[in-house]
């Protein structure tokens, strides 16, 4: 650990202080985390369905008849380079690019406004701690959390 500091002004909703601490780890990278990703998912679930499959069967039979005609005497790896494109491309064509979900952000204006009147009610109690703004700020996290909650849950729904 090189260094520890709190933060007496942040809001973490608790009564306990935001504690940063500075650390300096050291890693390895492994071998396979290493190998980059160029990122290109294919919609494999056309392959389930029979119209997906067999449009993807004549696609790759006609990419690989075209591609015999090459010369056999070429060189292993370009072989190779040439088999991975026709797979790749008929792929992309045939089946198409898998789409990844589209989060919805759960977090709005509205939920700004909640944490503006938490952090009032915070600091109310803090200048004042009677008891009147004890249950005014317990009332005013129950709302917060009650809100923050039902929106995540109608986000999971959809």
């Known amino acids: 650990m090189l260094g520890v500091r709190r933060f007496r002004g942040a809001d973490c909703d608790t009564d306990h202080y935001l504690v940063v601490a500075k650390v300096r780890e050291r890693l390895i990278v492994s071998k396979p985390a290493a190998q ?16 997906g499959r067999k449009q993807y069967q004549i696609e790759i039979t006609n990419r690989f008849s075209a591609f ?6 070429e060189d292993i790896n370009r072989a190779w380079e040439n088999i991975k494109e026709v797979i790749k491309t008929s792929a992309k064509e045939s089946l198409g690019l898998h789409e990844l979900k589209q989060h919805k952000p759960c977090f709005d204006e509205d939920c700004l406004g909640f944490l503006d009147q938490r952090k ?3 600091m109310q109690w803090v200048q004042d701690p ?7 700020l317990n009332n005013v996290k129950c709302e917060a959390s009650r809100h923050f909650r039902t929106k995540r849950n109608i986000l999971k729904i959809k």
Do not use: H, M, P, W
């Not at 980059?36 to 119209?51: A, C, I, P, T, V």
């Open 130 to 136: 009677r008891q009147s703004n004890v249950d005014n």
């Open 120 to 122: 009032q009610a915070k």
């Open 68 to 73: 015999e005609n090459f010369s056999d005497g």
């Open 36 to 51: 980059k990703f160029d990122g290109e998912r294919f919609n494999l679930r056309k392959l389930n369905e029979l119209e």
